[in-house]
């Protein structure tokens, strides 16, 4: 017979399996009340993608495109696109399997979600630099795609980003949500980004090698006190990525993961600095 007990067991194993994820915090202001577009693009028949973007002056002289961690939305990134400088054209959007985007299950391949990254790059933008940032998961995900399209972008973003896959570890409950009943009992969010973290491991291990071979410039910000990607990721990229095309490297101290949004200025400045360094210079 299924008592309280259960109850508070599954309610227990959810709490453990959510506090793995790391959505940003997010101040609860919806896009349109700090003037933000909605619009989607539809670079396949399999693929719509969902973004909100915001341009605060007709002069913008770059395009700076998002890509939130695990789980995540574009509405995570209100705050940080309601104070886009007016020089820059800033572009979010749901990852696959987020919020409006399709397709709606999860999606393992790094080189799917960069593909994301490359066709709003190339159906979104007007001819104008383009940076790429990415925030935990995203990381991987926008250094996947100046791998693939290294002639698209000017520069790449790795904001507390998850390179290291030596530091992936799973969690024992995210195994168990992989089986059925439990699967569809945490929700489809909470789903997605389980079988994400997962897969990721993997998906780090084959970027690795790709790594060195990376041409576009890199701008890499990382909070000291990340409990959740830690900073012992920075050797890693360190160690991997060109140095020649490692432009700067800043480490806010005591920050925790969510620094895009506690450090919004911050995250700002170095985009502008991404966009305005000559191509395929630091």
């Known amino acids: ?9 599954i309610g227990a194993f959810i709490m453990s399996l959510s506090a793995i994820s790391c959505g940003p ?8 009340s700090v003037g933000l577009v909605e619009s989607t693009i539809q670079p396949s028949a399999e693929h719509q993608v969902r973004l909100l973007s915001a341009q605060k002056g007709e002069d913008a002289k770059a395009t700076v495109i998002l890509v939130h961690g695990t789980p995540g939305s574009a509405d995570g990134w209100v705050d940080m696109l309601a104070q886009t400088p007016n020089q820059v054209h800033a572009i979010a959007y749901d990852r ?30 007007e001819d104008k630099p383009v940076v790429i940032a990415g925030h935990s998961y995203g990381g991987p995900v926008v250094a996947k795609a100046a791998l693939m399209r290294p002639d698209l972008f000017r520069a790449v973003i790795l904001a507390a980003a998850a390179m290291d896959p030596g530091l992936e570890k799973v969690h024992w409950a995210q195994r168990m949500a992989t089986y059925q009943p439990l699967k569809f009992m945490i929700g489809r969010t909470l789903r997605t980004a389980n079988e994400e973290l997962i897969g ?8 690795e090698r790709e790594l060195p071979d990376m041409t576009v410039p890199i701008y890499i910000i990382h909070g000291s006190a990340d409990d959740l990607v830690p900073i012992e990721n920075l050797p890693f990229m360190k160690k991997h990525l060109p140095a020649e095309q490692v432009c700067t490297v800043t480490v806010i101290e005591d920050q925790n993961h969510f620094l895009p949004w506690n450090e ?9 600095k991404a966009a305005e360094d000559e191509p395929g210079r630091c």
């Open 1 to 9: 017979m299924f008592q309280l007990k259960h109850l508070r067991a």
């Open 25 to 32: 915090p997010g101040s609860g202001r919806s896009f349109e």
């Open 96 to 125: 696959l399997g987020y919020g409006k985007t399709r397709p709606k299950g999860s999606v393992i391949s790094l080189a799917r979600h960069a593909q994301t990254v490359i066709d709003i790059a190339e159906l979104a933008t």
């Open 200 to 207: 990721l491991e993997a998906e780090l291990v084959a970027l």
């Open 264 to 272: 919004i200025e911050a995250f700002w400045a170095i985009a502008l």
